[in-house]
């Protein structure tokens, strides 16, 4: 079957770093997105991986190993703001998007 | 642009009953999505379609049915709807290329009773 495991919850201070690991098993892979869904609200894209490596665009970097099936998203100079959901969502074989269940992210001052 | 727009935001319906929901995107995207979001679950998707008039079945279709009889809009209904379809459905597009992210309209609360 196909399976994406993320942590249910994280809790990390102001200012400081976290890191959102997500692994995967899929049948085929074309891809990884991580998308930021605040309470009550869309999701919105964050990254793609798709050839193993680090992806990095301002606060937000993501990585990823093929090999392993695994990514992570590092999100730095924490904001309050930045508490929200994060989901990983890997595109199959059939160019279909899987989901995990995300990741809530609690900010504390 | 209004990007991907639902309509309505809320409903609450009794079992049996049935209603439509309307996504629509100004985007020209080919591709559309309807997925469910569950507590404690990743969205799971319902129904998608790679182009206007065509429709095809995601993860969970049953108990809905969907229509693309133009580009920009896509229709998913509930011909009789249960308590199990209370959930949270959102409509997403993109264009055809693989790797461009799917945008995602604002959501449809669905309570049935």
């Known amino acids: 079957g196909q399976n994406i495991d993320q942590p249910t919850e994280m809790t990390a201070t102001e200012g400081a770093i976290v890191q959102i690991n997500c692994t995967y098993q899929?049948?085929?892979?074309?891809?990884l997105f991580w998308y930021q869904q605040h309470a009550g609200e869309a999701p919105t894209f964050l990254s793609y991986n798709v050839l193993d490596g680090l992806e990095e665009k301002g606060r937000f970097s993501s990585f990823l190993s093929r090999s392993k099936g695994y990514s992570y998203l590092l999100l730095k100079e924490l904001q309050m703001k930045d508490s929200a959901s994060y989901l990983c969502a890997v595109m199959d074989s059939n160019y279909q998007l899987i989901w995990g269940a995300g990741t809530k992210l609690i900010i504390k001052p | 642009n209004a990007g991907v727009t639902q309509t309505p935001k809320f409903r609450v319906l009794k079992t049996g009953q049935s209603m439509t929901l309307l996504c629509a995107q100004d985007?020209?995207?080919?591709?559309m999505y309807w997925y469910r979001q569950d507590p404690g679950m990743g969205l799971r998707l319902i129904h998608y379609?790679?182009?206007?008039?065509?429709?095809a079945k995601g993860e969970v279709p049953d108990g809905y049915n969907v229509s693309r009889l133009k580009k920009q809009n896509f229709l998913l209904g509930l011909e009789s709807a249960a308590p199990s379809q209370t959930s949270v459905y959102f409509c997403?597009?993109?264009?055809?290329?693989?790797?461009?992210?799917?945008?995602f309209g604002p959501g449809t609360r669905l309570t049935v009773l």
């Open positions: 997403a597009s993109r264009t055809g290329q693989e790797h461009n992210e799917q945008f």
């Open positions: 379609s790679v182009g206007e008039g065509t429709t």
């Open positions: 899929t049948s085929g892979f074309n891809g």
């Open positions: 985007m020209n995207h080919e591709y």
